[in-house]
């Protein structure tokens, strides 16, 4: 194994002679029987995060979360392996545990079983959901976190690092809000932004690894004392384990960098998923409709103008070098076309689940620095309308034809 560039290896907490594996097998044994690796999300970034350490040698346990019933069905009948393609070469793995926990405020689950092997299959995982959770990756849809998080809260602790993999941003302040309002006894976290092109295809665990990226992982510091503002830089024992495991898995390419960076990277993110998720959920169409449409091109600019004149002026930037640069209209205009060409290849239109965390982010940030970002505004107010009609006409019967506005993990 390569030795890692000195300001990553500083970073993570290891000197850059060490090598990955060894460090790995001192902190498992360290560890002891708490280095499973819960996986919250059985959606694609979720699934391949789970399919990818499985691969690995001294591979930790992993637990996948799931909150319905068919969720374990078709865990069954996949064979309780996930299959991963990439290149034309599928691959299957196993050896996974999967845990059925319960979500709503009464306590029951989401769905009923039907036959007597789920029922069995619920008593079986419900023996393991108050086992306490050491480390946790939540790959949920960023308007799915608050709720999932809650239900499972009482099995996370101080110890606890959890790990955010979502293309929205403003999900960990949320978190924060609703879900762990104790600084005390608040887990550590880590913000990832996973770059690989993942697809799901005929099966929810069968995958398509269709374009290659990078993971980029950045640890918070946890404030201890809020009154005083003091932070403990210093990363608990699960926090390095978690990051010394997912930077040895040759499939996720994962690297750690500071916070600034990330925050960045997940800005430019955000703007590609906003602008091309929200046009197309809108409008009913596919990616590569919006190419070459000059009414879409006026919206898009007019969205990217209010998104650039927010980013540049947060106050976590201004300390960064090239802001004004890295986030023009310009250069945003161009990321957003690069990547809706490289989505040419998928089918259906936009997801509206996630507009408070894309496009609502802009927003709240742009009205707390005075910022008015009418444009970002209008459009998250007809998503949303839209999608309460869809829902409306649902109910009464009325059938709908338009795209699947709202969807879970």
Not at 350 to 362: F, P
């Amino acid at each position: 194994t390569s030795s890692e560039p000195r300001e990553i290896a500083e970073l993570n907490g290891w000197s850059e002679t060490t090598e990955q594996l060894q460090g790995a097998r001192s902190m498992s044994r360290l560890l002891g029987s708490s280095r499973r690796i819960h996986i919250l999300g059985l959606n694609g970034v979720g699934l391949f995060v789970a399919h990818s350490l499985a691969g690995l040698p001294n591979r930790p346990p992993i637990s996948l979360l799931a909150h319905t019933i068919t969720s374990v069905t078709q865990w069954e009948r996949n064979g309780r392996t996930i299959e991963v393609t990439t290149d034309g070469l599928p691959v299957s793995r196993g050896n996974m545990d999967i845990e059925l926990f319960r979500l709503n405020d009464q306590g029951s689950f989401t769905d009923q079983p039907t036959t007597q092997g789920q029922e069995q299959s619920v008593s079986s995982q419900a023996a393991s959901n108050d086992l306490p959770i050491n480390v946790l990756v939540v790959a949920s849809r960023a308007s799915f976190v608050v709720k999932t998080l809650s239900a499972i809260k009482h099995r996370l602790h101080r110890e606890s690092t959890i790990l955010f993999l979502q293309d929205g941003m403003g999900v960990i302040e949320a978190v924060n809000a609703e879900v762990f309002l104790d600084i005390d006894t608040r887990p550590d976290y880590v913000v990832g932004l996973c770059l690989h092109g993942i697809s799901t295809r005929r099966s929810p665990f069968k995958l398509v690894h269709a374009t290659l990226g990078t993971t980029a992982l950045a640890a918070l510091p946890h404030y201890a004392n809020a009154d005083s503002g003091n932070a403990t830089q210093s990363m608990n024992t699960t926090t390095r384990y978690l990051l010394r495991t997912l930077t040895r898995t040759p499939a996720l390419v994962a690297a750690g960098y500071s916070y600034l960076d990330v925050f960045q990277s997940q800005l430019e993110k955000l703007v590609e998923t906003a602008v091309i998720d929200s046009l197309t959920a809108v409008l009913d169409c596919p990616v590569h409709r919006l190419l070459h449409n000059s009414s879409s091109s006026r919206t898009m600019r007019m969205l990217l103008a209010e998104m650039s004149l927010v980013i540049c002026s947060l106050p976590e930037l201004q300390s960064a070098s090239n802001v004004r640069t890295r986030f023009s209209p310009a250069r945003l205009e161009k990321l957003v076309v690069l990547a809706a060409k490289r989505r040419l290849h998928l089918q259906g239109h936009g997801n509206a689940s996630e507009i408070d965390y894309l496009n609502g982010y802009i927003v709240r940030r742009g009205e707390s620095l005075g910022v008015q970002c009418v444009v970002n505004y209008t459009l998250m107010q007809i998503m949303k309308a839209k999608w309460r009609v869809a829902k409306l006409e649902a109910s009464e019967g009325t059938p709908w034809t338009g795209s699947t506005l709202w969807e879970e993990d």
